[in-house]
């Protein structure tokens, strides 16, 4: 197995809802991200979980929380999102302490915030 | 502060032909350099990775070169197919960390026409 999935593929809600996007992977790679994207802009690195510890924050606002509960599952949990918000969000693997592999990514999920 | 440069920022040409994408990075410890393909809405596919000793790599019509010493690369695109039309975005990866920091290239827009 040499994917990274993510599920939902699209998501709508409010910007009073509570959602969670999912990403799984069975490769055993130790790390694992959360990427944000824009239209016609490259991925903006948001969490980093490096053995099931939060690594990385690169300031991401408080409406968004990441959880690993375990080595092969990462989620993102959303709460009070704005419209702007609206983008892919990209889930990655990696090998941890390889580096000649580099990363493994979801087909991402498209979430539009009304 | 690590960059990576595509260029050109889009590019059209017609099925069949061949064509040539540049990206030049300023990253440090370099440790790899990935060619991912995007389509729209979709998650980057890797195309090639590279590490510092290797200065070609194939993978069917694509062909990437790499120049460790000018920082350098190209993704060579042969026999243009119109599935081929996408983004290519050049994603350098950082040493010195157990997980390694991407440093994202703003991606190369290529349309095949028929």
């Known amino acids: 197995d040499t994917e990274v999935t993510q599920t939902p593929k699209h998501l709508v809600m409010g910007m009073t809802n509570k959602k969670s996007l999912k990403c799984e992977q069975h490769?055993?790679?130790?790390?694992m991200y959360w990427y944000k994207q824009k239209a016609k802009k490259p991925p903006e690195l948001m969490f980093v979980?490096?053995?099931?510890?939060?690594?990385i924050n690169e300031s991401v606002p408080s409406r968004f929380s990441p959880e690993c509960p375990n080595s092969s599952l990462l989620n993102l949990h959303l709460h009070a999102l704005q419209p702007e918000d609206s983008a892919l969000y990209l889930c990655?693997?990696?090998?941890?302490?390889?580096?000649?592999?580099?990363?493994?990514f979801g087909s991402g999920t498209r979430l539009t915030v009304v | 502060k690590n960059q990576v440069e595509q260029s050109p920022q889009s590019l059209i040409i017609l099925e069949g032909k061949n064509c040539t994408l540049q990206?030049?990075?300023?990253?440090?410890?370099?440790?790899?350099l990935r060619w991912y393909k995007q389509d729209t809405g979709r998650g980057p596919v890797s195309l090639t990775i590279?590490?510092?000793?290797?200065n070609t790599k194939s993978n069917g019509r694509y062909t990437a070169t790499l120049d460790a010493d000018t920082k350098q690369s190209s993704l060579h695109i042969t026999a243009s197919q119109l599935s081929d039309s996408a983004s290519y975005i050049c994603v350098v990866r950082a040493g010195g960390t157990s997980y390694g920091k991407l440093t994202f290239g703003q991606g190369t827009i290529l349309t095949v026409h028929p």
């Open positions: 590279m590490t510092f000793s290797e």
């Open positions: 490769m055993g790679h130790r790390a």
């Open positions: 979980y490096s053995y099931e510890k939060l690594s």
């Open positions: 990655a693997s990696s090998q941890v302490a390889v580096p000649t592999y580099g990363y493994t």
């Open positions: 990206c030049n990075y300023t990253v440090s410890p370099f440790s790899n």
